[in-house]
């Protein structure tokens, strides 16, 4: 069981984002989500996280699959992946929340070349996290906090 979970909320072009208040990735723009509690499923944990951060009670969500990390070649960590579609925009933003600050972004910002205000593996994520199938396993690896490499949609 991974420890970790994180959602990307996707409401017509554009992301919901939380701009972290600590780390990791203290002042990096990323998905909403947290630890697995003792004995709760990833898809409880990411709804209840996406509740806590947010205040959006979400009935269901998308997996998307699992992103692994290594550091210096060693196995490092891993979370469930999800997102999901909002029908309306529940609020305006920016907003300050105890996690950070909730922005919508739109997408082309997020993947802009120029942009290095967001988590250094949301760029090659984003190129097929809202197709990707249940089963889809991603690879990050680090050296330190720089991202040496990214593998996308391995098949399990």
């Not at 909320?9 to 990323?30: D, E, F």
């Not at 988590?119 to 720089?146: H, I, M, Q, T």
Request: aromatic content about 10%; charged content about 25%; some cysteine.
């Amino acid at each position: 069981m991974l420890p970790y979970t994180i959602c990307f909320l996707k409401y017509k072009n554009q992301i919901l984002l939380l701009n972290r208040m600590k780390a990791p990735w203290m002042g990096n723009w990323n998905g909403v989500g947290g630890k697995l509690e003792p004995n709760e499923t990833p898809e409880a944990c990411i709804l209840r996280e996406v509740e806590e951060e947010t205040g959006i009670v979400l009935e269901t969500v998308s997996a998307r699959g699992e992103m692994h990390w290594t550091n210096f070649g060693e196995a490092n960590s891993g979370m469930y992946v999800y997102t999901a579609e909002l029908t309306e925009r529940p609020f305006q933003t920016p907003i300050a929340t105890a996690e950070g600050i909730l922005d919508f972004k739109p997408l082309d910002w997020i993947l802009a070349e120029a942009n290095t205000g967001v988590v250094n593996n949301l760029k090659p994520l984003f190129e097929s996290v809202f197709s990707a199938e249940p089963d889809s396993r991603y690879l990050a690896a680090y050296e330190g906090n720089k991202l040496v490499q990214f593998c996308k949609k391995i098949k399990r």
